[in-house]
């Protein structure tokens, strides 16, 4: 689960707990502010296009 991840971040980043009641507010807010680090899965067209590409890449280096 994402949250996982994003919890492990805030607890090392704040180097405490967010409160029980709040923590899905905190680490959704967390979430937004570090987005940058925890980039969206591919979609499976992204994924086909991103394979052609290097199959592409790869062919021409030979």
Same mark, same amino acid.
């Given at each position: +689960? +994402? &949250?996982?991840?994003?919890? *492990? #971040?805030? /607890?090392?980043?704040? %180097?405490?707990?967010?409160? +029980?009641?709040?923590?899905? #507010?905190?680490?959704?807010? &967390?979430?937004?502010?570090? =987005? /940058?680090?925890?980039?969206?899965?591919?979609? *499976?067209?992204? %994924? &086909?296009?991103? %394979?052609?590409?290097?199959?592409?890449? =790869?062919?021409?280096?030979?």
């Amino acid at each position: +689960m +994402m &949250f996982g991840t994003i919890l *492990q #971040d805030y /607890i090392k980043e704040k %180097r405490c707990r967010p409160p +029980m009641l709040e923590a899905y #507010d905190t680490l959704i807010n &967390f979430w937004r502010l570090n =987005r /940058i680090l925890y980039p969206r899965p591919l979609s *499976q067209v992204e %994924r &086909f296009e991103k %394979r052609r590409k290097l199959e592409k890449e =790869r062919h021409l280096e030979r």
